[in-house]
């Protein structure tokens, strides 16, 4: 009977083993399977953005998948003063990108410290309110902001862009922060107090420090949400060239008479897409390791 019982176990081990096998390869072919479908569905569009920008304009609905009749003047286009304020627009991304990212930061760390650190009646529903703010779709305030700004005759100005970005940025910085600043270990500060400093040079010269993934990564995040946010500006900036960014010259633009403007706006999208793609790449691993970085308690 033993002996029937080990020929028996003997007998399926290989087929079981092969049967594993199977399922294992069948499941890395999915997962590669899948992973090549999300990447050419992401990168579709980009590389044809790119194969077009260096296309000439007379070949603008030619089929061909690879780069053909190449040429550069879609970038002189661009940047031509003439027909677009491309290169003005991208002076204003870029202002108002930077200015929208550091108020939030300095005014999301101290609230998240704050919400972190004290405890105090309804601090739940603060932290509700906040993420509910995140998520409060910008076309139902957009008529109201309209009618403020242009009673304060900011319309067309850079604060009337500025801190409508500003009010949709804090709730992500304020909650980023503060999930990372509630699992942060206390005693350090706590030590620094012990040894002679006051509350703020523990919080700048302690949790500062300890806190710099975080706030790298937040402050990418911000700014990515202010450089490509086009809704509010597009309204708010009120057809002024001098203040519209780059998302609502790229909306506007125009290559010259009778000239539908296909590949000249391609070669625009992709000025202002790669330095993005860029930062993005070089600076990956800090942006990983900053949404990581609370999520461990030590």
């Not at 009977?1 to 290989?14: H, L």
């Not at 991208?90 to 704050?114: C, D, Q």
């Not at 450089?227 to 290559?255: H, K, Q, R």
Request: with cysteine.
């Amino acid at each position: 009977m033993a002996s029937t019982t080990a020929a028996a176990a003997r007998t399926a081990g290989p087929s079981v083993l092969s049967r594993r096998r199977g399922r294992a390869n069948w499941g890395t072919f999915v997962t590669v399977a899948t992973t090549v479908i999300i990447l050419v569905w992401c990168l579709a569009p980009f590389y044809w953005m790119l194969v077009l920008s260096f296309r000439d304009s007379a070949y603008t609905f030619s089929t061909d998948l690879w780069f053909s009749h190449v040429t550069l003047d879609n970038f002189r286009y661009a940047f031509n003063a003439d027909y677009n304020p491309f290169a003005q627009s991208l002076l204003n991304s870029l202002i108002i990108a930077s200015v929208v990212t550091t108020l939030s930061m300095v005014i999301g760390v101290f609230a998240a410290y704050a919400l972190a650190r004290l405890s105090f009646r309804g601090k739940g529903l603060v932290l509700a309110a906040i993420l509910g703010a995140s998520m409060f779709p910008g076309v139902a305030i957009l008529t109201p902001l309209f009618q403020l700004f242009s009673s304060w005759h900011w319309l067309g100005s850079y604060q009337a862009l500025v801190l409508p970005q500003i009010s949709f940025s804090l709730p992500l910085a304020v909650y980023t922060l503060s999930s990372f600043f509630a699992d942060m270990p206390w005693n350090l500060e706590e030590a620094a107090r012990i040894d002679g400093a006051t509350p703020g040079q523990a919080f700048r010269l302690v949790i500062l420090p300890l806190a710099a993934p975080a706030l790298f990564t937040t402050a990418i995040l911000v700014f990515l949400a202010s450089w490509n946010e086009y809704l509010l500006s597009s309204v708010l900036s009120n057809g002024s060239a001098s203040v519209a960014p780059s998302t609502v010259a790229i909306a506007n633009f125009t290559a010259g008479p009778h000239i539908v403007p296909y590949t000249q706006t391609m070669a625009a999208g992709l000025i202002v897409t790669v330095p993005l793609i860029a930062v993005v790449l070089l600076l990956q691993r800090r942006i990983v390791s900053g949404l990581t970085a609370g999520g461990v308690k030590g």
